[in-house]
């Protein structure tokens, strides 16, 4: 998730600005529920449970979420996670002879024999170190001819890390100010979680405490200070810190971790067995969106009722390498997976081909893949989010859905702020605002992203998959797109990041392909009608 408008708000016109934080706001499992019933933009979900589904069998569905790693032992996805009978877990071999040992959960494309990556740098920062020892010594006099157009992206690119760095630093010298007065004023009020009243009560005795207590006011409207603190000044901080030391250094380099050779997009067999990896926030969430239990009465209900949720490790706290990308979509297409979420992306890409080459091979085995549009605010018709459609065959596409991020609210603000669109890019729009979800050590949490939307769109791809087996992958993404709810008013965003960008007002059918927001409901009546068969459990 790109939490960077956020931060940015909190340190724009000396802490004037601000964006409202809702993390308890928003009613648990709202992207279940239905607009007209509920008058939330939800997709129907519990609806098609009760007068669709109820009384009919199904059969288990395996979906695999790559992503940054699954807490398999999580109170709300234990009895989900899926579970490679073939192996004989712990005792260190390859038992089903897949290439993988102990692979009970799924595989970790970026650990190695001792410990697995955490931070990574971007694409942009690895292209750049790549090309930077190519042209060494290199100058627009001297560059030759057959070198000019590499010359010339290098250029761009290192222009462009040049740009992020800097403003990482500087939005990281802003909120670590920042911190430091809040915590200068919480502790005038002498409470470690001071209440919005106490926060009325203090008396400012200068002019930035003046700014923090109107910030406080605002943002403790809806959310405790401890809340705030954490979700916004403690993460700011780690976002910022990250982007300086990690993803934007380029004299940081973790592959070592792993003990292959990053540049060999052949090699398939390398990795560990640690689907959790050191940090399964973001997979653990995605993966209580697609399925949390539903029959234990515990924190939330995923989307889908009767799938295994099958955890392959694939992307880092920065960019996800092309190979390991590949490697973890045949993983999963080649141990059962019939519907893959990537709830990720990125502005470059090392390997285009390989991924495309992987994206071909699933389609070709029936494997849906979903994927989320991104959290740039931007057009990928014309600005690059990797993976996309963008020279691949109608078959690969047929099999591929492309997720933007929608509100609660059925008016100009659906459009998720922070979401990317596309007219012929992006397939469908689901909810991705405030969703509540799995996290690690059997906790929930609120979160935004593309990242939540793209794991709706998938639950109900396994959903549609494991009530009428016999549908295709290309026959599920084209009865989830046809089902969608229209949106037929205009919505309005700012475009670009920058507060004071010029917000535009457009019809929602601009946004995606299929100008709705998925809907459950009506993408089970239509699979009914498209001739598919329920099966025995």
């Known amino acids: ?138 100058t627009d006099a001297n560059v030759a001819e057959k070198d000019k157009k590499d010359w010339e992206e290098f250029k761009a690119q290192r222009a462009d890390l040049e740009t992020q760095l800097a403003e990482a630093k500087q939005g990281l010298a802003g909120i670590s100010g920042f911190k430091n007065a809040l915590d200068g004023v919480v502790k005038k009020i002498g409470k470690e979680n001071p209440t919005l009243e106490d926060i009325k009560n203090f008396k400012p ?21 401890k809340d705030f603190y954490e979700d916004q000044i403690v993460e700011g901080l780690e976002y910022y810190t990250r ?79 092309d190979k390991d990308v590949a490697n973890a979509i045949r993983y999963a297409v080649n141990n059962g997976a019939k519907v893959i979420n990537m709830s990720f992306g990125k502005a470059y890409s090392w390997d285009k081909a390989v991924v495309n080459e992987a994206m071909k091979y699933a389609a070709s ?20 989010n990797f993976p996309n459609h963008k020279d691949l065959d109608e078959k690969t596409i047929a099999s591929w859905i492309t997720v933007g991020a929608s509100g609660p609210k059925n008016d100009e603000t659906l459009k998720a702020s922070f979401s990317n669109f596309g007219k012929t890019q992006v397939d469908v729009f689901a909810p991705g605002v405030q969703i509540y979800s799995t996290v690690p050590g059997s906790k929930y949490k609120n979160l935004n992203g593309t990242s939540m939307a793209s794991p709706v769109v998938a639950g109900l791809a396994g959903l549609i998959r494991s009530y009428y087996p016999k549908l295709t992958a290309a026959q599920v993404k084209e009865i989830i797109v046809k089902s969608v709810t229209k949106v037929n008013h205009n919505v309005s965003y700012k475009k670009g990041e920058d507060e004071n960008a010029e917000t535009v007002s457009v019809p929602f059918s601009d946004l995606c392909i299929s100008g709705g927001i998925v809907n459950a409901y009506e993408a089970l009546k239509l699979a009914a009608a498209y001739g598919g068969k329920t099966t025995a459990k």
């Open 205 to 225: 005795s200068s002019e930035v405490e003046g700014r923090i207590q109107n910030i406080l006011i605002n943002q403790l409207a809806n959310a405790s200070f």
């Open 243 to 321: 982007q300086a030391e990690y993803n934007l250094n380029i004299d940081y380099d973790p592959r070592a971790i792993v003990g292959d050779n990053p540049d060999d997009s052949k090699e398939k067999f390398y990795g560990n067995n640690d689907v959790a990896g050191p940090d399964a926030m973001h997979g653990s969430h995605v993966a209580g969106i697609i399925a949390a239990d539903r029959t234990n009465n515990l924190g939330i209900m995923g989307v889908a009722d009767n799938v295994a949720i099958m955890g392959v490790r694939c992307t880092p706290n920065g960019d996800e390498r």
């Open 365 to 384: 085995k029936d494997v849906l893949i979903v994927q989320a549009a991104g959290n740039e605010n931007k057009d990928i018709d014309v600005e690059n």
């Open 1 to 138: 998730m790109n939490k960077s408008r956020i931060f940015r708000a909190l340190l724009s016109a000396a802490f004037l600005s601000v964006v409202p934080f809702l993390a308890n706001a928003q009613k648990a499992n709202w992207q279940n529920l239905d607009l007209k019933t509920d008058s939330i933009f939800g997709i129907s979900t519990e609806k098609a449970y009760k007068e669709l589904l109820k009384g009919k069998k199904s059969t288990k569905v395996i979906v695999a979420v790559n992503d940054g790693g699954v807490e398999a032992t999580h109170e709300d996805l234990k009895r989900i996670m899926w579970v490679n009978t073939k192996e004989i877990a712990g005792n260190g071999k390859d038992d089903d002879k897949n290439g993988y040992a102990d692979d009970i959960h799924g595989w970790n494309f970026i650990g190695g024999p001792k410990e697995s990556i955490n931070y990574e740098t971007l694409e942009l920062t690895r292209l750049v170190r790549k090309n930077q020892a190519r042209f060494t010594n290199t």
